[in-house]
């Protein structure tokens, strides 16, 4: 049996909303409301108001063969508004459920682990939860590094500092990272390589498209549906988007295209299609 993380897809939301209603209802018995009636419960409705699209909102799901067996995720609150859990703006409140039969099975301390990586590339330096005292999740939390922050009653405010895996999550590569690499291949191969001419550029698009027909390959023979949950399909793809980048990469340099000149062109582009109306546009064309 074993567990696989994806990201979240739009597909996801319903089963997001019944795994935080599992998180806030974790007891079993007769006083447990209806999923229906829970999802009516007023902490649960700002827990997820506005999600998944509040600057932020990060969210894992775990499967089991295909299907959605738990998900783990964080959203930031600040002092006016915010959920159980929360101890300052700084540090997202984490929200973990599991599907009751996936329970006890490591999926929880997985879900846990690769959220805080996501955490730890996005730059944060900790986050919390909060946790029934007699839950026996509270076991789980410590064991995974969470300690108490604050005693509120029944449960625990509890908050974990995220350190940066050695070689795993580094920050994501910049405009500016991105061409400095393509330069340092170059200085390496620049006895072998085409010079860094806008001549030559023609010749590295040409490469750029090969590898846009290998991405193409992996979709058509692979399927969507495994490059979103099989790790090793879903690593090989990510290495051939990134041989388009850095033949893209590649294109740019030869024509001296600074990361600010790139980075002026692209917003006043985004700014243009922003305001466009597609719908409008393509009736008239």
Sequence with gaps: MEYLLRPYQDKDYDFVKRMVYEAVFWRLGPERPSLEEGLK??????????YPNRPGDTTLIATLNGFPVGAALYRFWDDEKNIRGYVKKESPVVIIGIDSDHRKKGLGSKL??????????????????CVSKDNIAYNLY??????????????YNMLKEI???????????????????????FEMNKHDWSPMEPEHAR???????????????????????????????????????CDVMMYYSDVLNRFSITPEEYSSVYRKKFEKNISR????DHAES
Excluded: W
């Design 277 to 280: 109306n597609y719908k409008k």
């Design 203 to 241: 010749t590295f698009i040409l490469y750029m498209i090969e590898e846009i027909g290998e991405t193409i390959s992996i979709v058509k023979k692979k399927g969507e549906d495994q490059i979103m949950n099989t790790p090793e399909v879903r690593e090989r793809f990510i290495e051939e988007m």
């Design 112 to 129: 846990l682990k690769e959220l805080e990586i996501q955490a730890s590339v996005q730059g944060l330096k900790s986050v919390s939860l």
């Design 142 to 155: 410590v064991k995974e590094g969470y300690k108490v922050y604050e005693d509120i009653g029944s449960s």
């Design 41 to 50: 419960y007023q902490g649960l409705l700002v827990a997820l108001e506005g």
């Design 163 to 185: 350190h940066r895996p050695n070689g795993l999550s580094k920050p994501p590569i910049s405009i500016d990272e991105m061409l400095n690499m393509s330069h340092d291949l």
